[in-house]
């Protein structure tokens, strides 16, 4: 295909800017076949005289990069017009073609959610990991994170979201969901993604976090108990949960008492690791706070974003030697 005169003008200028190689590296490292292969059969065929469906491929890309760069479906559709990187990304030419619309962007949304297939994504983008030797099973790490959702009733509803709810942590109190994940403890890699109403504790979805594999739990505070429950029961890992700050403060000056704190502070070295996809998920991806109604289409973008995530911790470890170096 010939190359419109924008696109030879921006493949020669010198200066490789910071979006440019961040596009370029998610598009290195995504395991493109493996997501479309899940997508595929549930893909709209545009058989018979209807209007053609725009491919698959230029569809999740789309899908991608609203991901990354946390945009709305408008958002997303006015960033491919102002930006040639994404449009580059997702592979439009806007002397030939109009970009995808927000509509569109939409139903492709909804039939992610309807067959749960952001779930699939997740899963296909942790084998690739695996496959890469990445995914370790010996350890992993739980802990929870607090998504805002949007407080006010000024909408068409005149109500909140009835599935989001509110919670108190330290003095303040929160309203929104909680993404609750399990860490591989060697890689940081996310290995499960569960989301809930931000009144549900911790320690009660600890046990659909785990594989099953393991050999040790690492977690804060917040799971003080949690090998006691029922449905943990079966499970022969060890725990390691961080002693609560209270008792932590009153640890004795003594000899037990140093060697104390010098344990909390080596679990608390580990458990570390979980906040780095939190911290991608939170601030690069700048999913801060909750940006549908309803749990079901919140924890579907929960898997997308965490699958995404992964890929970023990765990148390093998957790119060639030459594009490491570059970036």
């Known amino acids: ?52 469906p725009i491919g698959l491929s230029r569809m999740l890309r789309m899908y991608v990069a609203q991901q990354c760069f946390g945009l709305s479906d408008e958002g997303i559709e006015d960033a491919i017009y102002d930006s040639q990187s994404i449009r580059g990304f997702v592979g439009i ?17 909804r039939l992610l959610e309807t067959h749960g297939l952001t779930s699939r994504i997740f899963e296909a983008i942790k084998a690739h990991l695996a496959h890469k030797g990445l995914m370790m099973r010996e350890g992993t790490i739980v802990d929870a994170t607090l ?23 330290g003095n303040q109190w929160y309203f929104g969901m909680k993404a609750h994940i399990g860490v591989d403890a060697e890689s940081g890699l996310v290995h499960a993604v569960v989301g ?13 976090l785990l594989h ?34 209270s008792k932590r403060r009153a640890l004795p000056a003594d000899r037990l008492g140093k060697l104390l704190e010098q344990l909390e502070r080596a679990k608390a070295s580990i458990r570390a690791k979980v906040e780095h996809p939190f911290h991608i998920v939170k601030n690069l991806f700048k999913h801060r706070k909750t940006r549908y109604r309803g749990l079901a289409k919140n924890e579907a973008q929960l898997f997308s974003l965490f699958g995404l995530a992964n890929l970023i911790m990765a990148r390093r470890r998957l790119l060639p030697q030459r594009a490491r170096g570059a970036s």
């Open 196 to 208: 809930t109403a931000a009144n549900v504790s911790d320690i009660s979805q600890a046990h659909a």
């Open 93 to 109: 030419d806007l002397a030939r073609e109009a970009a995808p619309d927000a509509t569109t962007l939409l139903k492709f949304r």
């Open 212 to 245: 099953g594999q393991e050999t040790e739990v690492f977690g804060d505070s917040a799971y003080q108990g949690v090998g006691k429950r029922k449905e943990n029961q079966g499970n022969k890992a060890v725990w390691h949960v961080a002693m609560k700050r």
């Open 147 to 169: 998504i805002a959702a949007p407080p006010s009733t000024k909408n068409r509803s005149k109500a909140r979201d009835p599935e989001m709810h509110q919670t108190k942590k």
């Open 1 to 52: 295909m010939q190359s419109s005169f924008s696109d030879l003008e921006y493949a020669s200028k010198k200066k490789q800017t910071r979006r440019d190689r961040f596009l370029a590296e998610i598009d290195a490292v995504t395991p493109w076949a493996a997501l479309e292969a899940e997508i595929e059969p549930f893909y709209p065929k545009g058989e018979g005289r209807g209007r053609r």
